[in-house]
């Protein structure tokens, strides 16, 4: 059973609920009725909540979430969009960290609020890898220019293009290009059949990055640690991932050494309108 509850003391029968449903799977059949489950909602209900939450009246539950169970949102931040937009256009990526480790209670955070993330069909198809040692991390990033150094051997005309062998000289010289002597890594992974799961882990990766910036840390997306990651068994193995998954993207993360003092101009929107 779906749990599909409508409190009929509290139900003004205004059938938000019914209108915003993404999947159509609650009816309301006329202005004096309650709404209700349709025949298919479990098998197509997405489970976002969204019915629960949008009730301004707290009449509707699903046995697994209840209006009681939901934080209610806070309002009256003064939150202009110059602020919004000067933090936005404000985040960069970070590539020198300073030594000091972030606790697992900030890196948790940073987590649970990627979930908040879109995701197609609400599947939330991420799974989460923490590399806590900056030691650890170092060891790993080491296994991705051992990739580099094969791919250099094998395939040298993509090793020159991509500027390889620039990576694997800062090595030589003790420079870490790949994960940049991060303190921690955060690794995300899915099922490799879910169809969406770039999209969907890049939009939680996203919603890190950002929320990083207001807890003062740093991130970066470590692009070549995860190609070198789905491309080497030695580093997908070292990392222990589910064989049936792919990983989908790795962010550096620690405490900035540096400051920005302006904003990088971009290139203009190619916009079409039509
Ligand atoms: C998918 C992806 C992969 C990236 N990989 C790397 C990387 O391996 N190393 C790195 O230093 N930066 C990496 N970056 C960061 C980009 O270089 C950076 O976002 C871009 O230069 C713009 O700078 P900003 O993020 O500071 O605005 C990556 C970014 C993305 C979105």
């Known amino acids: 059973m779906n749990g599909f509850r409508i409190d009929a003391n509290k139900c003004q029968r205004d059938g938000i609920c019914a209108v915003d449903c993404p999947a159509g799977v609650i009816k309301k059949q006329s202005a004096d009725d309650y709404p209700e489950p349709t025949a298919d909602f479990e098998k197509f209900c997405l489970a976002c909540g969204h019915c629960v939450v949008i009730c301004p009246h707290q009449a509707l539950s699903l046995d697994w979430l209840s209006p009681e169970t939901c934080p209610s949102i806070k309002t009256g931040f003064n ?37 908040y993330a879109p995701s197609a069909k609400n599947e939330q198809p991420w799974h989460w890898l923490v590399i806590q040692n900056s030691t650890e991390v170092k060891r790993l990033a080491g296994l991705a220019v051992d990739w580099m150094r094969l791919v250099i051997k094998e395939k040298p005309e993509i090793a020159r293009q991509k500027a390889y062998h620039r990576v694997v000289a800062s090595w030589k010289k003790g420079k870490d290009a790949i994960c940049r002597e991060a303190p921690h890594l955060i690794v995300v992974h899915a099922d490799k059949n879910w169809p969406f799961g770039a999209e969907d882990c890049a939009s939680a990766l996203t919603y890190i990055e950002l929320f990083a910036l207001v807890m003062g840390l740093g991130t970066c997306w470590a692009g070549y640690f995860y190609s070198a990651a789905n491309s080497y068994a030695p580093l997908f193995e070292a990392l222990g991932v589910p064989s049936g998954h792919r990983i989908l993207g790795a962010l550096m993360v620690g405490y900035p050494t540096f400051t920005y003092h302006r904003l990088p101009l971009r290139k203009p929107p190619r916009i079409m309108w039509k």
Do not use: A, C
Not at 93 to 98: E, L, P, V
């Open 79 to 115: 939150l202009t969009t110059e602020h919004v937009e000067q933090f936005l256009r404000s985040r960069r990526s970070i590539r020198n960290f300073k030594k000091e480790v972030v606790g697992r209670d900030l890196l948790n955070k940073l987590i649970e609020i990627g979930t």
